[in-house]
């Protein structure tokens, strides 16, 4: 799949990347519907904020729709939710199709919507 990735200062570039995969049992992959611009987002065309590194793929601020859930999901979602994930729930990358959603848990309050 193709995502926007950080190489550095003033280099962004729509590279393409692998696609993720359940690497622990409260994953979920989620299939990106819509990604904002975070006013972060901006900075890192003339900056290098902390913890960013070559090889990152932009995006934090996403829609997404639930394809895949590890075994230890439980309830918490299910393939076909439509869901908005805070920051601190997934990982980057919501310029790609897909992303990895890590730690869910049934207790977990989602921001689920209907259309």
Known sequence: MRALVWHGTQDIRRDTVSDPQIEHERDAIIKITACAI???DPHL???????RKSGDIMGHERMS???????????????????????????????????????????????????
């Open 45 to 51: 065309c003339d900056h290098v904020m902390p913890g």
């Open 65 to 115: 729709e639930v394809v895949e859930t590890g075994r230890g999901v439980g309830g918490a979602l299910k393939e076909g939710d439509r869901i908005v994930v805070a920051i601190r729930g997934a990982s980057r990358g919501a310029t790609r199709d897909f992303v990895i959603a890590k730690g869910f848990r049934s207790s977990d309050a989602l921001n689920r919507f209907k259309a």
């Open 38 to 40: 975070c006013g972060s």
